[in-house]
């Protein structure tokens, strides 16, 4: 059965899943914007937000082929859940800005990870990298901080590859 008999209304697999890509690719691309050009450094979890949506733009392009259906239908239930990963890690992220509940001790300011290091070598200009702290908001915009806004997109674009496995089921 074609993708246009199935549902008029709704996109095709193909451009559901291209679309969710594009999601990702998105968010990545605002990320490495803040980061680089801005110059917001971010902390060890803004990274583990960012891998889960590398997967699911590795994903988008395999499933964007044409495959049979039930390739395509566990395709797009991976990128649906690489991109709920994310949320998943954004919501954990979020608490621990807000101060709900704890962190992991390597990037929050209450840490041991931090404890080994001396004033000196938390003030040396030469070092690699800044320390950004996980439990501490550095941006936010209309009361939403950054982990905020990945997982209201990331549940968007989860549910973008719901639709998408939807379709292919219905190619069945």
Sequence with gaps: MSDTTLSPALPSRRALIW???AGSLGLLL?????????G?????????????HIAA????????????????FGLALA??????????????????ERGW????????????????????????PAAAAPIVLCDEISWQFL?????????LISLGIAGVWGLAAWRAGMER
């Design 40 to 52: 917001l450094a971010p902390c060890a979890m803004c990274y583990w937000q960012r891998w889960p």
């Design 143 to 151: 009361g939403l901080t950054m982990a905020n806004y990945n997982v």
């Design 101 to 124: 509940w704890e962190g992991p001790a390597s990037c929050t300011s209450g840490g041991a990870g931090l404890a080994g290091l001396s004033g000196a070598d938390l003030l040396d």
């Design 30 to 38: 605002s990320a490495w914007f803040y980061q680089y050009v801005i």
């Design 19 to 21: 679309l969710a890509g």
């Design 79 to 96: 990128g649906g859940f690489a991109a709920a990963t994310s949320a998943g890690i954004g919501v954990y992220h979020s608490g621990v």
């Design 57 to 72: 733009i590795v994903i988008a392009v395999l499933a964007a082929a044409r495959l049979p259906w039930g390739v395509a």
